[in-house]
């Protein structure tokens, strides 16, 4: 099998450049190899050293490379373009840098989105001249990403940001050329907005350049909706758990794959809440020993 598979800071805690809470990113790399990963994401840039000269020989020392880096900004707000634009291109040379492929873009989480996570019925929607501006802010960086830095681009649903639900990916694939924007897939963010990983797959593999391996707890999904649960609440109740524990079927994504010739990598990413029973280590031992027992 050609198929890779790595790991992210955010598996960590890591969703800022920097907080006094956070280990250090030379404790993330060898919690990470020694939990049996030889890739690993970037994190928010930042977290990582810039300088090539410094991080690089640290993944050498460690038998690990960069598969890839985030920008989770938020691209919903006009207010943020100088903010987006400044991730966007520190990364892409970061990525350039270390030889990786993958820019991935995830609108973050917005105060408008965040009451109705895994309920499209109810969040709200962009009218037609936001929606507008919005797609073509993502277009900007994805066509910079492929274009100027030579990167495979893929747009990341995630949970309480305006690119959520499967409709909303669906038009912005649409309205977005194929050929600066591809697909990174979360297949717990597509379970937590309410629909089918596995049938997405079907309908998109052509267009899917890279996938995030996540889980999301059936019983708590339940609960939170149910009650009308917020994003950040229901990360506090566990809503992500370990990797063969909750409603993804990744046996059937793993045959997706294969049916579709899939190569690279697939990165877990475990979003984790410190607070919870059980540690970043632990967890990324479990997630990597479960994906083995499975054929990856």
Known sequence: ?????GNAPCSWGIEFPSDPAYPTWQSVLDQCAGAGYTGIELGPIGFMPEDPNVLAPALAERGMEIIGGVVFRAFHNAAMWDDVMDASVRTCKALVAHGAEHLVLIDSISPRRAPTAGRADEAEQMDKSEWTAYRNRIST?????????GLTVGIHAHAAGFMDFEPELER????????????CFDTGHHSYAGFDPVAFMERH??????MHFKDINPVVKADVVARRTDFYT??????????????VDFPAVRQRLLDAGFTGWCTVEQDCDPSLPGTP???ARA??????????
């Open 1 to 5: 099998m050609t198929i890779k598979i």
């Open 141 to 149: 960086i994805a066509k910079m990403g492929a274009e100027e830095y």
């Open 172 to 183: 912005l694939l649409d309205e977005v050329d194929e050929s600066i924007l591809k697909i």
């Open 205 to 210: 593999m052509s267009r899917i350049s890279y």
């Open 234 to 247: 229901a990360c506090g109740h566990g809503i992500f758990c370990n990797l063969g524990d909750g409603d």
């Open 281 to 283: 280590l632990e967890d």
């Open 287 to 296: 997630n990597r020993e479960y994906l083995q027992s499975i054929g990856f």
